[in-house]
């Protein structure tokens, strides 16, 4: 049981380039999540995946797109990267109807330059 | 002003030592409190959801008082190991799917 998986660990990109970060769950959960987070700033909730099918604004979607691929996946792209994107990415699963935990995955580590 | 608001640290203690970290909260629609815990450069882990009854898991003591809007999380007999940040994290009802807000962390260091 892997839990959360996320590719790649870290990434580089030059402004204006584009990339998927890849999020991947093994334990059944409904909803998925991408956050990012920055120094003093805590986890800030991009979008989030209620179920298979449906995706949603978070906090600070501009930027960024996602696809709820199936039950397991739930990719994070951004079109043309800024340094402003510059953070870790954190996905995350919860199955709403057992409790409020996320379980989280790795994290991916981009810098835009 | 921020949902979820915590002293940033770091809060230099001793082994064995006790520590106390407070967090408040601005939106009244707060309705689930959690502690989590992140080790430096990995993710968050739930340490321990809050109740309003307040709450104890070993060596660590959660409270919340609604009334001020506010939760503790004590830590008793210090280790080295629980050297982290301790995030606070709350979920708003009508949020939306149980999308949690965290706060951006309290960080403490146990030293020997």
């Given at each position: 049981?892997?839990?959360?998986t ?10 204006g380039q584009?990339m998927?970060?890849?999020?991947a769950q093994d334990?059944?959960h409904n ?7 920055d120094?003093g700033?805590g986890l ?14 978070g906090?600070v979607p ?8 199936n ?8 079109e043309s990267?800024?340094?402003s994107?510059t ?14 935990e996320q ?6 580590r981009?810098t835009?330059? | ?7 940033p ?5 001793p ?13 009244s629609?707060?309705?689930s409190?959690f502690?989590?815990r992140q080790?430096?450069?990995k993710?968050p ?7 309003s009854s ?8 959660a ?8 939760i503790?999380?004590?830590i008793r007999?210090s280790k ?10 709350v ?5 939306g799917?149980?999308a949690?807000t965290?706060g951006s962390?309290?960080?403490l260091?146990?030293?020997p």
């Amino acid at each position: 049981n892997a839990g959360v998986t996320q590719t790649p660990k870290f990434q580089v990109l030059k402004t204006g380039q584009s990339m998927t970060l890849q999020c991947a769950q093994d334990m059944n959960h409904n909803s998925m999540y991408w956050y990012r987070q920055d120094p003093g700033m805590g986890l800030r909730l991009i979008y989030y995946s209620a179920s298979e099918g449906t995706t949603d604004k978070g906090e600070v979607p501009n930027g960024y797109n996602v696809s709820r691929l199936n039950k397991r996946e739930f990719s994070l792209r951004l079109e043309s990267a800024a340094p402003s994107q510059t953070s870790v990415y954190f996905c995350a699963s919860t199955d709403p109807g057992q409790s409020y935990e996320q379980y989280f995955g790795p994290g991916t580590r981009l810098t835009v330059t | 002003r921020k949902e979820v608001e915590q002293d940033p640290g770091p809060f230099n203690v001793p082994e064995g030592a006790t520590v106390a970290f407070n967090c408040t909260y601005s939106n009244s629609a707060s309705q689930s409190f959690f502690w989590y815990r992140q080790d430096c450069r990995k993710e968050p882990k739930l340490l321990m959801s809050v109740y309003s009854s307040g709450n104890e898991d070993g060596r660590f003591t959660a409270q919340l008082n609604r009334a001020s809007q506010y939760i503790s999380l004590l830590i008793r007999d210090s280790k080295l190991s629980d050297s982290a940040t301790y995030l606070c994290v709350v979920n708003i009802r009508g949020m939306g799917r149980r999308a949690l807000t965290f706060g951006s962390g309290t960080r403490l260091q146990v030293q020997p």
